[in-house]
């Protein structure tokens, strides 16, 4: 057997939520074979979890990882200017070597944080991938696909994007989508044939939906449809989408959602940082309709800790509907792990704790002075926990965070890369006043 945790608190997630007490779990070619209160035989590692809470790793399903370069680069303002005045002239000067620094960042901060899977979007995707394979996270990749009605343009940003899937799909660790940034920058005929490709590489598209009141007003002056009517009325929406923030939607929307199985990821903290509003996620999960939790990029959050994404999540729900009961811990452990697999298409593989799946699956040290005494471990992990509590990180089979050190790699030296890398991107693009440590 390749890795044993023995006697821990587990937090299954599988359909009858069960929480077992002194449970281990054998793990043998990147699978979990067996949940049992003893396991027998020998193991090349035994995590003793006697002091620690097991649960499925945690899935951001919405981030743009490579941004960890722009991380406190352009705060306090609202999403076009951010976008136009501070994001977009750096972005225009980014290299492959940019992109592969800010993924490796971003790779080692999740995994300290306890995420094991994540859906990207952002350029070089191919460097992303590279820092994938290298630090051995799972992720869904996407290249950013707009062209602002350049037909020419569309059509080459297609090619990158569909190169990505040929060479990704199949992957232990890579599941590539093709990844349309937005209805307000990308032509019909670019949705169009996205969703064409998609459909004949059988995997799906991740996409940015109505995240603004601008964006949905915009859309009815252009359209006289809202963004989802406009998917809709194009043939392009289906359970294959992965339709991030649907911060500002109407009830017709919903019900062409729920109708078209459509998946949604909520960005709490991001949405409310840029004043974007608040998704009605409650009214969503009534209905039906599967939702996802994401932390969006670091630049605009600012940091990857789906953790304090949960918490923040429960809490703001609660507030504004005055209602302490709404989105309990359980169901917003939920988005951040089984809807996030179902929302990625990948719920018979990882998601929770059952035998036959992929062996993704973290630990939390409960010798934390705020995780004691220990009552509710769901609660635990959504009120009371942080990223830092994380001890112990598995992703298909392989251990590679135990005892907060991740390993194979010199944390040091991603963190210089990455510094190195930010301000070389910044000089470029005339903003090197921007660094302080440089």
């Given at each position: 057997?390749?890795?044993v945790i023995?006697?821990?608190?587990?937090?299954?997630?599988?359909?009858?939520?069960?929480?077992?007490?002194?449970?281990?779990?054998?793990?043998?070619?990147?699978?979990?074979?067996?949940?049992?209160?003893?396991?027998?035989?020998e193991?090349?590692?035994?995590?003793?979890?006697?002091?620690?809470?097991?649960?499925?790793?945690?899935?951001n399903a919405?981030?743009?990882?490579?941004?960890?370069?722009?991380?406190?680069?352009?705060?306090?303002?609202?999403l076009?200017?951010w976008?136009?005045?501070?994001?977009w002239?750096?972005?225009?000067n980014?290299?492959?070597?940019?992109?592969?620094?800010?993924?490796?960042?971003g790779?080692?901060?999740?995994?300290?944080?306890?995420?094991?899977?994540?859906?990207?979007?952002?350029?070089?995707?191919?460097?992303?991938?590279?820092?994938?394979?290298?630090?051995?996270i799972?992720?869904?990749?996407?290249?950013?696909?707009?062209?602002?009605?350049?037909?020419?343009?569309?059509?080459?940003?297609?090619?990158?994007?569909?190169?990505?899937?040929?060479?990704?799909?199949?992957?232990?660790?890579?599941?590539?989508?093709?990844?349309?940034?937005?209805?307000?920058?990308?032509?019909?005929?670019?949705?169009?044939?996205?969703?064409?490709?998609?459909?004949?590489?059988?995997?799906?598209v991740?996409?940015?939906?109505?995240?603004?009141?601008?964006?949905?007003?915009?859309s009815?002056?252009e359209?006289?449809?809202?963004?989802?009517?406009?998917?809709?009325?194009?043939?392009?929406?289906?359970?294959?989408v992965?339709?991030?923030?649907?911060?500002?939607?109407?009830?017709?929307?919903l019900?062409?959602?729920?109708?078209?199985?459509?998946?949604?990821v909520?960005?709490p903290?991001?949405?409310?940082?840029?004043?974007?509003?608040?998704a009605?996620?409650?009214?969503?999960?009534?209905?039906?309709?599967?939702?996802?939790?994401?932390?969006?990029?670091?630049?605009?959050?600012?940091?990857?800790?789906?953790?304090?994404?949960m918490?923040?999540?429960?809490?703001?729900?609660?507030i504004?509907?005055?209602?302490?009961?709404?989105?309990s811990?359980?169901?917003?452990?939920?988005?951040?792990?089984?809807?996030?697999?179902?929302?990625?298409?990948?719920?018979?593989?990882?998601?929770?704790?059952?035998?036959?799946?992929?062996?993704d699956?973290?630990?939390?040290?409960?010798?934390?002075?705020?995780?004691?005494?220990?009552?509710?471990?769901v609660?635990?992990?959504?009120?009371?926990?942080?990223?830092?509590?994380?001890s112990?990180?598995?992703?298909?089979?392989?251990?590679?965070m135990?005892?907060?050190?991740?390993?194979?790699?010199?944390?040091?030296?991603?963190?210089?890369?990455a510094?190195e890398?930010?301000?070389?991107?910044?000089?470029?693009?005339?903003?090197?006043e921007?660094l302080?440590?440089?």
């Open positions: 057997m390749d890795v023995k006697n821990g608190i587990i937090i299954t997630m599988n359909k009858e939520r069960a929480i077992l007490k002194n449970f281990s779990i054998g793990i043998e070619d990147g699978r979990i074979i067996e949940i049992a209160e003893k396991i027998k035989g193991a090349d590692f035994v995590i003793d979890a006697s002091k620690k809470i097991v649960m499925p790793g945690l899935i919405h981030t743009h990882l490579a941004m960890t370069l722009f991380r406190g680069v352009a705060d306090d303002v609202e076009l200017t976008l136009r005045q501070e994001i002239p750096i972005e225009a980014l290299e492959a070597k940019h992109v592969y620094a800010g993924a490796l960042l790779c080692l901060e999740m995994l300290s944080s306890g995420v094991t899977c994540f859906n990207d979007m952002y350029f070089f995707m191919e460097e992303t991938a590279k820092s994938v394979e290298s630090i051995g799972r992720g869904v990749l996407s290249y950013p696909l707009l062209d602002f009605g350049d037909e020419s343009k569309g059509k080459e940003m297609l090619k990158e994007g569909e190169k990505l899937v040929k060479e990704y799909q199949g992957k232990e660790l890579i599941v590539p989508f093709f990844g349309p940034h937005a209805p307000y920058t990308c032509s019909e005929e670019l949705l169009i044939r996205v969703k064409e490709a998609a459909d004949r590489y059988n995997t799906g991740h996409i940015h939906v109505a995240e603004t009141k601008a964006e949905v007003e915009e009815l002056k359209r006289k449809k809202t963004p989802f009517e406009y998917l809709e009325s194009i043939g392009f929406l289906d359970k294959n992965v339709a991030a923030h649907a911060v500002h939607v109407s009830k017709k929307e019900e062409i959602i729920k109708e078209r199985e459509v998946k949604l909520h960005n903290i991001c949405n409310m940082k840029l004043a974007s509003g608040v009605d996620v409650p009214e969503y999960i009534s209905k039906g309709i599967c939702v996802a939790l994401g932390t969006d990029g670091p630049a605009s959050n600012n940091n990857l800790d789906m953790f304090e994404d918490k923040i999540c429960a809490l703001l729900h609660k504004t509907k005055m209602n302490p009961s709404v989105m811990a359980e169901e917003v452990l939920e988005m951040a792990t089984i809807n996030g697999a179902k929302t990625l298409g990948l719920e018979n593989e990882i998601g929770s704790i059952e035998e036959g799946k992929k062996a699956i973290i630990t939390i040290d409960l010798s934390s002075p705020n995780l004691a005494p220990l009552t509710n471990p609660s635990h992990v959504v009120y009371a926990a942080r990223g830092k509590d994380v112990d990180v598995i992703v298909n089979g392989n251990l590679v135990q005892n907060r050190m991740i390993r194979g790699v010199d944390k040091e030296d991603i963190i210089k890369f510094e890398q930010a301000y070389d991107l910044f000089k470029k693009a005339g903003r090197e921007k302080m440590g440089w």
